[in-house]
């Protein structure tokens, strides 16, 4: 079984900065993309970030570039985002997913359970 589990969310206070994983197991995801995804109630899902596993190229939405980083570390089978300069806009469920390089209409097709991050004001 795919599995995806995400952790590191939490209570924030604006300005500060967490770093959320995503443990990746079940397969090997060497050709595939791994991104974040976010969703605040009563708003979409929204992209905000992703990283080629096999390789360095990273792709950030606007809203976060800049103060968001995602990265891999291979060897721990794991993907960090770290959040730094954060608002009260980023809070949010945030959900660490996977694809395959190739995938038509870049469908994410592994999702994680989500971790809850809230900032304060």
């Known amino acids: 079984q795919v599995q995806l589990v995400e952790s590191g969310g939490g209570l924030v206070q604006a300005g500060g900065s967490l770093r959320l994983s995503c443990a990746a197991s079940?397969?090997?995801?060497?050709?595939?993309?791994m991104g974040w995804f976010r969703q605040a109630p009563g708003k979409e899902r929204e992209f905000v970030a992703a990283?080629?596993?096999?390789?360095?190229?990273?792709y950030y939405s606007d809203s976060v570039k800049g103060r968001f980083t995602i990265s891999t570390d291979n060897a721990r089978n794991t993907v960090y985002l770290q959040m730094n300069s954060l608002s009260p806009e980023d809070t949010a469920v945030y959900y660490c997913?996977?694809?395959?390089?190739?995938?038509?209409?870049?469908?994410?097709?592994?999702w994680g359970q989500g971790t809850q991050v809230t900032v304060s004001s």
């Open positions: 990283i080629k596993w096999n390789g360095d190229s990273t």
């Open positions: 997913a996977a694809r395959p390089q190739t995938a038509r209409g870049r469908e994410y097709n592994y």
């Open positions: 079940g397969r090997t995801f060497s050709s595939y993309v």
